[in-house]
């Protein structure tokens, strides 16, 4: 069997992605698993929302309150409708709302380790250098690749509490 | 929770997500990508290849020096200044910005990891990139394996 397409990570890259969830956990005392992402998400103030992709009332709602808190969606409210569908997301981050946004009609067991990759998004030093709170600049293909690996990469050890790799 | 860990549930699973790009959604800002590669991938990144040599050369530091107070990663450095086509980790454009205390984001441009619509930065990547490359006269070997190569080209 070929392993999923993914990425192995730069040997620092992963170092100072290890240090940002040792940094969590430690926050958090050392939980125990399962790790409670309510606890996570306190620690680092982060709000958790809820849309469906499949619901057009929720997305517009949501967008609505997005065009009061984010520039890049005031300056264009048609981007989050669009891009949700277009790129079908199940998560995603909004930076300058420290926000994390859920498709509930994704199946449930999947919301949880939809959340905690877009926690790793908001702790990674680089993820906030490479993209965000700014329209001018996106991201490559190759450097999306990258910020989602890295971000698979830090839900799986924060998750499994860095358990063995 | 609890966790499904029948083995023959697992396989399936991979089974049906072996060759899937692993991912749920990326950053707001970072949506619009994907669509068109940029077009101007191969100047932005001699410009950067070119842009780390003189800067570390600027400095007087070898590779190892470099790497070190960087913190980066010594063969990933040799590979960005010996390699245009290599795409660096992001983390390692992020160090290098911070040691040279240039805008990051800029050098991801440079690097390929970011795409930015401003015809100026595109301009002045491809200026420095073409005006930075070294014009000393050649050697008489260098100028003797040139002619006889293009000796070689022309005959064919």
Sequence with gaps: MRPIKNRFLEERTARDIDAQVTKILRGLGNPTCPIELAAVRELLKLDRQYYSSTDDSLLREMVSKAMIAGKQIIARPTLLLDVVRKFDLKAFWVPDRRRIMIDKSQPEPKWRWNETHEIIHSVVPWHDGAMMGDTEYTLTPGGHEQVEAEANYGAGRLLFLQGPL | ?156
């Design chain 2, 1 to 156: 929770m609890k966790m499904n860990q029948s083995s023959k549930w697992l396989m399936e699973k991979a089974e049906q997500e072996d060759g899937c790009l692993v991912s749920v959604g990326g950053l707001v800002d970072s949506l619009e990508q994907s669509e068109d590669a940029s077009t101007n991938v191969i100047p932005f990144k001699h410009a950067f290849v070119r842009f780390v040599q003189l800067a570390r050369r600027d400095r007087k530091l070898t590779l190892d020096q470099f790497a070190e107070r960087a913190d980066v990663d010594l063969r990933e450095l040799l590979r960005i200044e010996t390699d245009e086509h290599y795409t660096p980790a992001i983390r390692t454009v992020h160090q290098i910005a911070g040691f040279l205390k240039v805008p990051e984001k800029r050098l991801m441009v440079l690097a390929g990891l970011l795409k930015v619509k401003d015809a100026q930065f595109q301009r002045a990547a491809l200026k420095f990139a073409a005006s930075s490359e070294p014009v000393e006269k050649l050697s008489q070997e260098e100028h003797a394996a040139l002619e006889e190569y293009v000796k070689f080209l022309c005959d064919r």
